[in-house]
């Protein structure tokens, strides 16, 4: 253990709940619980320093992830652990990828899909300037009908009813 860290209770909550599920207490005594995070601090710190050093004799200033492979090699235990951690990390990535790519195109799909049906409800729906109002706020006006001022929602309005009269 190279240097001394200060107290800085960085796991306390963490440790606390692992002691209760290995049959401890509750709630644990203080020096207990600040004993085991003053050990898990100073063992990162030591695999880092180690990660680092290794990094450096390699002539890099970055730290990759081969370099704490490096520094846990002597334990197997601990680095088919880290090995089986690092796996599960690019499985979850990988799925996240995979949602967001099927989510951002069943949000085009959608999106395309409510353009067609926001023609037909403008055609039915509005009948004056009291629910043209009332719709511009719900949903946005189309190009055509913000260069004419509402003109074309109007005449499609008149033209929809006329239609419908002459249905009846």
Do not use: H, W
């Amino acid at each position: 253990m190279s240097r001394r860290l200060k107290r800085t209770n960085l796991f306390s909550k963490d440790i606390s709940s692992l002691l209760y599920a290995y049959g401890d207490v509750p709630q644990p005594l203080t020096e207990t619980v600040q004993c085991i995070d003053e050990l898990v601090s100073q063992y990162l710190v030591d695999i880092c320093a180690t990660a680092s050093q290794t990094s450096q004799n390699s002539s890099r200033n970055k730290i990759k992830l081969e370099d704490f492979r490096f520094a846990i090699r002597k334990d197997p235990i601990k680095l088919a652990r880290a090995e089986e951690l690092i796996a599960t990390n690019k499985v979850i990535i990988e799925a996240k990828k995979q949602f967001n790519e099927t989510d951002n195109q069943s949000l085009k799909r959608y999106r395309g899909q409510d353009n067609e049906f926001e023609d037909d409800d403008e055609d039915n729906d509005i009948e004056g300037a009291a629910n043209e109002e009332e719709n511009a706020s719900v949903r946005p006006k189309r190009k055509d009908a913000a260069k004419t001022g509402g003109k074309v929602k109007a005449t499609a309005a008149k033209t929809s009813k006329n239609n419908k009269d002459d249905a009846e």
